[in-house]
C-alpha cells in the first residue's frame, strides 16, 4: 500500500489591477496541468472597473479536488500591494505562507502563526527594466519556497502563455522567474 499523504495547496494571488495577480494564478494553473495535479481557479474583483483589487484562487492537488473554495484557510498567499495586504493576511490558514511585496507593503501586521516572506519584488522587476514582471518574480520565489511545482513545469506554462505573439516577453519573464527563485534562496539562507 502506498500510505504517501496527498498533496493539496490552497493559494490565494492577491493585488491591484494590472499587477499580475490573476496571472500568477493562472500560470500555476497551466504548470500544475503540466505536472498532471488537479487544478481549480477561480477569481474576485473589486467593484471598480480598472485598477480594482483581485484574487486569483488556486487549488492544486495530486487526488481529485473535492471542495474548490479558498476561505480563510489559504496555505500559500500573495499580496502584491498595500490595499489587499490586510484581507489576505486575514485568508490565510494558521501556519500558511504568505509572500509580501515590501515594495508596495510598507507596514507590516502581526500575526505569528503565518509565515510573512517579504520580497521587494517591484524594485527587483525595475532593476531589470520592466516593472510589468514584479509578478513573475514573486511566483519564481513561490515555486522555489514551497516546492509545489517544478521550476520547468512554469517555464513551460510561461511558453504557452506568452505564445508567438508575445515571443519577445518569454525571454525577460524567464529571467524574472529566476530572479525570483534566486531572491528565495538568499531569503531562506537569512
Known amino acids: 500500500m502506498n500510505w504517501r499523504k496527498a498533496m493539496k495547496y490552497k493559494c490565494a494571488f492577491s493585488g491591484s489591477g494590472g499587477q499580475g495577480a490573476a496571472l500568477m494564478a493562472k500560470l500555476t494553473c497551466y504548470a500544475g496541468i503540466k505536472e498532471n495535479k488537479q487544478v481549480v481557479m477561480t477569481q474576485t ?5 480598472r485598477g480594482g483589487d483581485s484574487t486569483g484562487f488556486v487549488v492544486l492537488s495530486d487526488t481529485p ?8 484557510d489559504a496555505d500559500i498567499g500573495v499580496a502584491m500591494s498595500e490595499s489587499i495586504y490586510q484581507a489576505t493576511l486575514e485568508g490565510m490558514k494558521d501556519g500558511g505562507t504568505l509572500f509580501v511585496n515590501s515594495s508596495m507593503v510598507k507596514k507590516e501586521l502581526t500575526r505569528p502563526e503565518v509565515t510573512q516572506v517579504r520580497l521587494p519584488v517591484s524594485e527587483m522587476a525595475q532593476d531589470m527594466g520592466n516593472v510589468r514582471v514584479a509578478n513573475i518574480i514573486m511566483l519564481g520565489a513561490v515555486v ?20 508567438k505573439k508575445k515571443a519577445a516577453l518569454l525571454e525577460v519573464n524567464i529571467q524574472a522567474l529566476n530572479a525570483g527563485i534566486e531572491a528565495a534562496e538568499k531569503e531562506a539562507c537569512k
Open 45 to 49: 474583483y473589486g467593484v471598480e472597473q
Open 65 to 72: 479536488i473535492g471542495n474548490p473554495i479558498v476561505e480563510s
Open 144 to 163: 522555489k519556497t514551497v516546492g509545489m511545482l517544478g521550476t520547468d513545469a512554469v517555464v513551460a506554462a510561461l511558453t504557452d502563455a506568452m505564445g
